[in-house]
């Protein structure tokens, strides 16, 4: 008889991560998926160490916690040969071009793709080639951030939307169909609104939500000045927790997140190095 491996989460000192023991990605069954899904919606952030799975596996453990989301990146460098459901990020060039999105410099704060209507739940990373330095991933939660808010703070973020200008991404470069805008008033150009504090489809629990730059980004109806004063605040509050988790990878990593409560940054590397890293991202609700 099969014996199967106790499935558990071991938390990490920080309370926004747990490591996943026991899952088996050949053989598992719904209650295992189940149970993942438990600590995901838990901890906000799993971890799976030096798992051995192809392109192919992660795809179809994926599929398990909801329909793909298709990266505008997947669409242009960021795309997979074989598997158009995987994002690829790497900074290696193929004959002269880049073979995947995003490059060796540092990436800020951010939830994924604050910028659309319905931003994404979940996103599944898994380390394919990682530099011996450099490149770790910075884990925090975004319920932490609201909960320990200061009552001034919380008073002024309460029934509150954000608007992201939705036409340039953080490096200034025109996302994809988008065209220059005509005026120089970014809360004039094409954008997205969310509510400043968001209620988690699945646990009920609130979360603040700043997207991924303050740049482009304004608290509805508020003089700019004290929007651009406001969120300053509320990045600093947030982004100066004192719980973060730390991911050094190993290859074969995966890290998997609630992209609802959680935000993440990572560190530069030496662009000489190669960081290959493989991503599918599942759907989310629009934020209420
Ligand atoms: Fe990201």
């Keep these: 008889m099969l014996i199967k491996h106790r499935l558990r989460a071991i938390q990490h000192d920080t309370n926004v991560c747990a490591d996943i023991e026991g899952f088996d990605f050949d053989n598992h069954d719904a209650r295992d998926i189940a149970k993942l899904r438990e600590y995901w919606l838990q901890y906000g952030v799993i971890r799976f160490k030096r798992t051995r799975i192809t392109d192919e596996q992660q795809v179809r453990f994926s599929r398990h916690f ?55 739940a979940g996103a599944i990373l898994r380390a394919i080639k990682v530099p011996l330095v450099g490149g770790d991933t910075y884990f925090l939660s975004t319920y932490l951030a609201y909960d320990t808010l200061p009552e001034a703070l919380r008073k002024a973020v309460e029934g509150r939307q954000i608007f992201f200008q939705n036409v340039y991404d953080k490096t200034g470069k025109l996302r994809l169909g988008k065209t220059t805008p005509a005026s120089d008033d970014f809360r004039e150009w094409s954008g997205i609104v969310h509510p400043l ?21 304004w608290i509805v ?20 927790s004192d719980q973060i988790f730390i991911q050094k990878w190993d290859e074969g990593d995966i890290m998997m997140w609630d992209n609802r409560c959680t935000m993440h940054r990572r560190d530069s590397f030496d662009p000489n190095t190669i960081r290959i890293m493989h991503r599918t991202t599942t759907s989310g609700e629009r934020p209420v």
């Design 221 to 240: 109806g508020m003089p700019l000045g004290e929007s651009n004063a406001l969120l300053a605040e509320l990045w600093d509050h947030t982004t100066k």
């Design 66 to 120: 909801g329909d793909f989301v298709i990266h505008p990146k997947q669409l242009q460098e960021g795309g997979h040969p074989t598997h158009p459901e995987i994002l690829v990020i790497s900074n290696a060039m193929k004959d002269g071009k880049p073979s995947g999105a995003l490059g060796n410099s540092e990436a800020t704060w951010h939830t994924d793709t604050w910028f659309y209507e319905r931003p994404p």
């Design 197 to 217: 504090a968001r209620r988690h489809g699945e646990t009920g629990r609130k979360a603040l939500y700043l997207g991924g730059t303050q740049e482009g980004a």
